[in-house]
């Protein structure tokens, strides 16, 4: 497959009504597309890993998607991701890509669902786990927040033993995968066995978890990227669902675009 993150669609030269629409038109294609890419290329059989700049480029769409939505009141998509009105834009036509999310509470229920609608893709492609029930929703929270957890005591240990977090995480999984010579002492690592097992449980639940590969320290920044993404969808989930007095799983079907 392709790699899609290779060319980006650019705004228009003229900052107008019309081209603004223009640019949204163009950025809603550009998201269904790698929607599309990503859904597909994780239904396909084989060793079940997703590519990392697949994932990656759909979250830059699905971001640009979000802020699109969100820089402009009374704008939602339409349930085939097409335009309902006509906006300015700001020059560059997209805001900055670290911005933070709002917090659900604060948002109303067409931005909340928009918010949810450009993760739901990737959560579900991405997480090795199924979302239909309410016990397995329970669950893959449960693992992305430990995931989570995880990546900062891998991050902190780098830190503090001055080795990169690529380095460390190669050990935990071979001391994981039974390879007793990988001991914290092997990557100068400050900690002591008990605390050493339980972080390589860690690595090993890190892996069995997400769909990407992960070896060095840029798998690491997009595995965690992507289980961030996760645990914001969980969040704006619980808060949707406790909105209209639905299970969780009442409010999934209604993420797909039609």
């Keep these: 497959m392709a790699d899609d993150s290779a060319s980006e669609p650019k705004p228009p030269g003229s900052v107008t009504k ?3 629409e223009a640019w949204f038109i163009e950025i809603s294609r550009d998201y269904e597309k790698r929607r599309a890419a990503l859904k597909d290329f994780a239904a396909k059989d084989g060793d ?17 998607m979000r802020k699109t939505w969100r820089s402009h009141s009374g704008m939602s998509p339409g349930r085939d991701g097409s335009l309902r009105s006509a906006f ?5 036509g997209r805001g900055d890509e670290e911005e933070a999310p709002p917090p659900a509470d604060n948002v109303g229920d067409e931005e909340l669902m928009a918010m949810m609608q450009s993760r739901w893709v990737e959560v579900e492609c991405l997480l090795r786990v199924q979302l239909r029930t309410p016990d397995a929703l329970s669950e893959a929270r449960r693992r992305v927040l430990a995931s989570l957890r995880f990546d900062e005591g891998v991050a902190a240990q ?6 990169l977090k690529g380095t460390i995480f190669q050990a935990l999984l071979a001391f994981a995968d039974g390879r007793a010579e990988s001991t914290a002492a092997s990557v100068a690592c400050g900690v002591g066995d008990a605390e050493w097992a339980e972080l390589a449980m860690g690595a090993d639940a890190l892996r069995k978890l997400v769909r990407i590969k992960v070896q060095d320290d840029n798998d690491l920044k997009a595995a965690n990227l992507a289980l961030k993404s996760c645990a914001e969808f969980f969040d704006n989930l619980a808060v949707y669902a406790r909105r209209h007095g639905l299970d969780e799983t009442e409010v999934l079907p209604k993420l797909e675009f039609r």
Excluded: C, I, M, N
């Design 18 to 20: 019309k081209g603004g």
């Design 48 to 64: 079940g890993w997703v590519p990392k700049h697949l994932a990656e480029s759909y979250r830059t769409a699905a971001d640009r």
């Design 88 to 92: 300015t834009f700001d020059e560059d």
């Design 158 to 163: 780098a830190a503090s033993s001055h080795q």
